[in-house]
């Protein structure tokens, strides 16, 4: 059994889901596919939960884009509008217009986590019926039936045991010893204990194949991007960037720590536990090598990687009356960051000051600053950038730091970490 996650620009239109269709059928392999919710359609859907818990009255406005968008995939897709998936995607439809014709009292967490979960259902029914139709035969799986979490909406956490028990139940038993097996099912999604839809956070689709591969003992993984692998660096924002031919599973745990953008955080660590393999390869270019992520340690510092993040906020918390920042000022700041699900991308404190850089969610940020002003002195700069550089050099530094004021800097003997504005 070898593992394939295709993101939602892989599937983003129809000639792209052909093209997914042309990848599968190079491999002989039993293959449990991942797949994620359509180009934009978790914003697209981020939108109708907005505009349902703000009682807007555009709800149902927002929700007829994404069917639109999605009706004319299937209708480039299929020849005849009497295929059975069209019957099918409208009753998908229908079990979001069952939550937003109730009145919006239930938390704006679990809300989302119902509604947003639909894309990557839509879009595997979409890709296993056009499968079918062209003769490669598949089992459509809905992963919430394997996958169990806690309640923690939009940000679950796994039941690793269950899980591992209820894909071996359910997937494997799927598997035919005498012909290839290929299942197509959600990344990005789960489900509690109380069968309530819940999600992995955003971009969780390649955790879902981490998840998977763990699971069921997979061969390898293989994640297909618009990318020729895993790149030293953002091209949106460096020039001649470098392929990674190969790096440590230790080495991309760090990366997607700074915040890499190809692999989710948490996709490594399941793999590395029982050492399989992980490939990061172009779905554009299906025949080229793209990067393995495995034990080998050897090119880890061959090239210096990039990692860029923008419209950050760096906030500084000192106690109101100048004494020092102690281990019980720490404690009740961490928890109330943690309380309200703020992530701390970088630290750094001093004797009398805490400095922290997060993402510029105002509605999170908004409530976090109110409760932490209530104690001490909350000081912040908006739209800073963070750029963290692994295997640097002083040449490194001074090379991407040209024009830039440095607010906070961070060095380590692999690493160093520069907030600037």
């Not at 596919?33 to 180009?39: L, R």
């Not at 790149?231 to 720590?257: G, H, M, Q, V």
């Not at 002083?394 to 690493?415: A, F, G, H, P, W």
Request: glycine share 4%; with cysteine.
């Amino acid at each position: 059994m070898k593992v394939f996650k295709f993101g939602g620009a892989s599937v983003k239109n129809a000639d792209a889901v052909k093209n997914v269709g042309k990848i599968i059928s190079l491999f002989n392999d039993d293959l449990t596919v991942v797949i994620s919710a359509m180009d934009k359609t978790t914003n697209a859907l981020e939108k109708v939960v907005e505009s349902y818990m703000n009682n807007d009255g555009k709800v149902f406005e927002h929700l007829q884009e994404v069917k639109d968008f999605h009706h004319n995939i299937m209708n480039q897709l299929f020849d005849n509008t009497n295929h059975p998936i069209y019957e099918d995607i409208h009753n998908t439809f229908v079990e979001i217009e069952w939550e937003i014709e109730e009145s919006p009292e239930r938390p704006y967490d679990y809300v989302y986590d119902q509604i947003v979960s639909i894309g990557e259902v839509l879009s595997t029914k979409i890709v296993s019926a056009y499968l079918n139709s062209i003769g490669i035969n598949n089992n459509w799986f809905d992963i919430r039936n394997v996958i169990r979490t806690d309640n923690t909406h939009r940000d679950a956490r796994i039941d690793w045991e269950i899980t591992e028990q209820l894909a071996q139940e359910q997937l494997l038993k799927k598997l035919n010893p005498n012909s290839k097996t290929i299942i197509i099912t959600q990344g990005f999604i789960g489900s509690s204990s109380e069968n309530f839809t819940t999600t992995l956070g955003r971009e969780g689709s390649d955790f879902s194949a981490g998840i998977l591969a763990y699971c069921l003992n997979a061969e390898n993984v293989t994640i297909w991007k618009d990318v020729p692998g895993m790149l030293n660096a953002d091209p949106k924002f460096f020039n001649d960037t470098k392929k990674l031919n190969n790096i440590s599973y230790r080495e991309a745990i760090e990366l997607a720590y700074y915040g890499a953008s190809v692999i989710h955080p948490k996709t490594i660590k399941p793999l590395q536990n029982k050492n399989i393999p992980l490939y990061v390869k172009s779905f554009v270019n299906p025949n080229e090598p793209g990067t393995l992520i495995n034990e080998n340690t050897a090119e880890d510092s061959l090239i210096p990687s990039y990692i860029f993040k923008k419209n950050l906020v760096l906030i500084s918390i000192s106690v109101r009356d100048y004494s020092f920042i102690m281990e019980d000022h720490l404690s009740h700041i961490f928890g109330l960051f943690s309380s309200f699900g703020v992530r701390i991308h970088l630290m750094q404190n001093s004797a009398i000051s805490f400095s922290v850089c997060v993402d510029n969610n105002q509605q999170k940020l908004t409530k976090l600053i109110d409760a932490l002003s209530e104690k001490y002195k909350v000081k912040y700069n908006e739209n800073v950038e963070l750029l963290t550089i692994r295997h640097y050099d002083e040449e490194t530094i001074t090379k991407t730091t040209v024009n830039k004021e440095i607010l906070l800097l961070q060095k380590s003997r692999s690493s160093v970490r520069m907030v600037m504005k």
